[in-house]
Each structure stands twice: as structure tokens, then as C-alpha cells.
């Protein structure tokens, strides 16, 4: 005679239920310690930057943004040149950078070449992120300078009247920094780009194809939409590594404290100007350059806000 079967476990399914649940939350609250942890640490860097700058920011208030003076001998110190060179050069650097590498996320993520081409070309593009920045600074002395010397050179002898180039070209200056900080920013725009769009539900190529639109107006007019939010972060990401950026445009910019609507000129960035002082400043001068960087800190916030409201508006539209 067969043995009864065993009664079955009542309590098991209840018993997984109750661990499963105890491991989400689990995994929730320390998602939420790790975010918590991160909102954290900015809050420290920006506390400690804030103490270190009281006594610039007694001496100067915000007259700091707008003065132009940075005398160390006579402690009088102004930060618009240097604000006016970080944000003039990273601008240029996206003006370059922006349709470069958008259309390099769209070649690399549609079907215009075979795959076997296609992942040795996305392998180089995001090895570019891998080339340290001094080497950048010196290709862009070596190589970068002389060879636009004689483009900058027609341009001031055509357009010289211009004051974007009315300076003679002399070596280093804004614009040899700018075109090799938008080479820098390349791979973040082009990766986070190409999977913005790699990641779009293959129904909307394939709605838009069978309603009769071609391929360039699919791209255009459905694919880039959808991933307009992934293509504004890359951006945003991008921009803050352009003004944040230190070494190679402190090899090329020139380092001069001075404004010019030039080009051409020498300039200067804030954090190549911290990068120059820092090492030798005492007293104030130590207050003013970290002003310098709590301002940096600030405009890189106003851009992530910015970004993120723009963002939500197109999502809404």
C-alpha cells in the first residue's frame, strides 16, 4: 500500500512573501542611505568651500563677480575675468561639441554601417574619455596651435575690424582651448546620446516608417523628441566637464586676468586660475581663489537646474 503523500507546507508561500518583502525593503533603504550619502557629501564640499571664503566674502561681498582686479600684492581681488573665460569657453567648446556629437550618436546608433565597423568605432570614440587631459594640453600646444595659426591668421587680416578677431593670433588663447575642451567633452555627449536613442522601443521606428516617413524624418522628427531628456543630461553633463575642466586649458587659455572680446586673446578660466595660484597663495589670496571656486560651484548648479527644468517643460509639451 502507497505511503499518504506528505501535507504540503502552508506556510511557505506566506514565509517567501514576508522575506521577499523584507529584501525589497532592504533594498529601498539602502538605495535611500546611497542617495542620502551623495546629497551629503555636495552639502560638505559646499560647506567647507563657504568657510574657507568667509573672509574674501567679507572683504568683497558680491562686488567679487564683477571686478576686474586680481592684485595679490595689494590684496585686491576680482573674479569677471575669469567667470567671464569659463563660461565663453565652455560655451564654445558645445558650440563645437553639440552637433559633432549628436550626429556621431545617431551614426553610431542606426543601422548605416555593419556592426563588425560599428563597435571598433564606438570603442575608439569612448576611449577618447581615457586620454588624460595634460596629454590633450600638450597635442593642443604641439599640434593644435600651429596648425590654426594660419586659419587665425586670415581671419584677423579679413575680419579684423571684428572684435572677435581683432587680436593677433599668438599661441595660446580662448580659442585653441575651446576647440580642445570640446574634443574632451566628446565622449560624454556621443555615449550618453547613443544610448538615449539605442534604448527607444523599436515601435517608434517602425510606426513612423510604415505611416509613410522616410528615414531622416523618422531620426528628426520622432527618434531625437523621445530622446530629447537622455540628449539634454549628456549635454548638461557635458557642459559642467567643460567648466570644471583644469589642466589642458590651463596649458592653452594664456592665463591672463584680463577681459578681451577677442578670441585670440590670452585668457583665463577659474579653474585654471586656481590650479595657477593655489600652490604659492596665503591669507586672502587662499579666501578669494576659494570664492572663486564657490562661484564655479554655484554656476554648475544653476546649469544642473536649468537643465532639469528644461527637461520637465519638454516632457510636458
Same mark, same amino acid.
Given at each position: 500500500?502507497?505511503?499518504?503523500?506528505?501535507?504540503?507546507?502552508?506556510?511557505?508561500?506566506?514565509?517567501?512573501?514576508?522575506?521577499?518583502?523584507?529584501?525589497?525593503?532592504?533594498?529601498?533603504?539602502?538605495?535611500?542611505?546611497?542617495?542620502?550619502?551623495? !546629497?551629503?557629501?555636495? +552639502?560638505? #564640499?559646499? /560647506? *567647507?568651500? @563657504?568657510?574657507? &571664503?568667509?573672509?574674501?566674502?567679507?572683504?568683497?561681498? $558680491?562686488?567679487?563677480?564683477?571686478?576686474?582686479?586680481?592684485?595679490?600684492?595689494?590684496?585686491?581681488?576680482?573674479?569677471?575675468?575669469?567667470?567671464?573665460?569659463?563660461?565663453?569657453?565652455?560655451?564654445?567648446?558645445?558650440?563645437?561639441?553639440?552637433?559633432?556629437?549628436?550626429?556621431?550618436?545617431?551614426?553610431?546608433?542606426?543601422?548605416?554601417?555593419?556592426?563588425?565597423?560599428?563597435?571598433?568605432?564606438?570603442?575608439?570614440?569612448?576611449?577618447?574619455?581615457?586620454?588624460?587631459?595634460?596629454?590633450?594640453?600638450?597635442?593642443?600646444?604641439?599640434?593644435?596651435?600651429?596648425?590654426?595659426?594660419?586659419?587665425?591668421?586670415?581671419?584677423?587680416?579679413?575680419?579684423?575690424?571684428?572684435?572677435?578677431?581683432?587680436?593677433?593670433?599668438?599661441?595660446?588663447?580662448?580659442?585653441? !582651448?575651446?576647440?580642445? +575642451?570640446? #574634443?574632451? /567633452? *566628446?565622449? @560624454?555627449?556621443? &555615449?550618453?546620446?547613443?544610448?538615449?536613442?539605442?534604448? $527607444?522601443?523599436?515601435?517608434?521606428?517602425?510606426?513612423?516608417?510604415?505611416?509613410?516617413?522616410?528615414?531622416?524624418?523618422?531620426?528628426?522628427?520622432?527618434?531625437?523628441?523621445?530622446?530629447?531628456?537622455?540628449?539634454?543630461?549628456?549635454?548638461?553633463?557635458?557642459?559642467?566637464?567643460?567648466?570644471?575642466?583644469?589642466?589642458?586649458?590651463?596649458?592653452?587659455?594664456?592665463?591672463?586676468?584680463?577681459?578681451?572680446?577677442?578670441?585670440?586673446?590670452?585668457?583665463?578660466?577659474?579653474?585654471?586660475?586656481?590650479?595657477?595660484?593655489?600652490?604659492?597663495?596665503?591669507?586672502?589670496?587662499?579666501?578669494?581663489?576659494?570664492?572663486?571656486?564657490?562661484?564655479?560651484?554655484?554656476?554648475?548648479?544653476?546649469?544642473?537646474?536649468?537643465?532639469?527644468?528644461?527637461?520637465?517643460?519638454?516632457?510636458?509639451?
Amino acid at each position: 500500500m502507497n505511503a499518504p503523500p506528505a501535507p504540503k507546507n502552508t506556510f511557505q508561500l506566506p514565509r517567501r512573501a514576508a522575506i521577499e518583502l523584507n529584501l525589497d525593503r532592504g533594498f529601498l533603504w539602502t538605495t535611500r542611505i546611497f542617495a542620502y550619502s551623495i !546629497a551629503f557629501v555636495i +552639502l560638505a #564640499i559646499g /560647506v *567647507l568651500i @563657504i568657510q574657507r &571664503a568667509l573672509p574674501a566674502i567679507g572683504a568683497f561681498g $558680491l562686488g567679487f563677480i564683477f571686478r576686474s582686479a586680481w592684485n595679490p600684492v595689494q590684496d585686491d581681488y576680482g573674479a569677471l575675468p575669469m567667470i567671464a573665460g569659463t563660461l565663453i569657453n565652455s560655451a564654445i567648446a558645445l558650440f563645437f561639441a553639440i552637433p559633432l556629437g549628436i550626429g556621431s550618436a545617431i551614426f553610431l546608433s542606426e543601422d548605416f554601417m555593419p556592426k563588425a565597423v560599428r563597435t571598433p568605432l564606438v570603442f575608439l570614440v569612448e576611449l577618447l574619455a581615457a586620454i588624460p587631459s595634460v596629454v590633450y594640453g600638450l597635442w593642443g600646444i604641439f599640434v593644435l596651435i600651429p596648425l590654426l595659426r594660419p586659419f587665425q591668421q586670415f581671419l584677423h587680416d579679413s575680419f579684423g575690424w571684428f572684435p572677435l578677431f581683432s587680436t593677433p593670433p599668438a599661441g595660446p588663447g580662448m580659442f585653441p !582651448a575651446s576647440i580642445v +575642451l570640446s #574634443i574632451m /567633452v *566628446l565622449p @560624454i555627449i556621443i &555615449a550618453i546620446s547613443r544610448d538615449s536613442l539605442a534604448q $527607444l522601443p523599436p515601435e517608434l521606428r517602425q510606426a513612423s516608417l510604415g505611416l509613410g516617413a522616410t528615414r531622416w524624418g523618422t531620426i528628426f522628427r520622432v527618434l531625437l523628441p523621445a530622446a530629447f531628456s537622455g540628449i539634454v543630461g549628456g549635454i548638461m553633463l557635458a557642459l559642467g566637464r567643460a567648466m570644471g575642466e583644469t589642466m589642458a586649458v590651463t596649458m592653452l587659455v594664456g592665463n591672463s586676468n584680463r577681459l578681451s572680446a577677442s578670441l585670440f586673446a590670452p585668457a583665463n578660466t577659474i579653474a585654471s586660475l586656481i590650479a595657477n595660484q593655489f600652490a604659492e597663495a596665503s591669507g586672502l589670496q587662499v579666501a578669494a581663489l576659494m570664492y572663486a571656486g564657490l562661484v564655479l560651484f554655484a554656476l554648475t548648479f544653476v546649469v544642473n537646474v536649468l537643465a532639469e527644468s528644461i527637461v520637465r517643460q519638454v516632457k510636458k509639451f
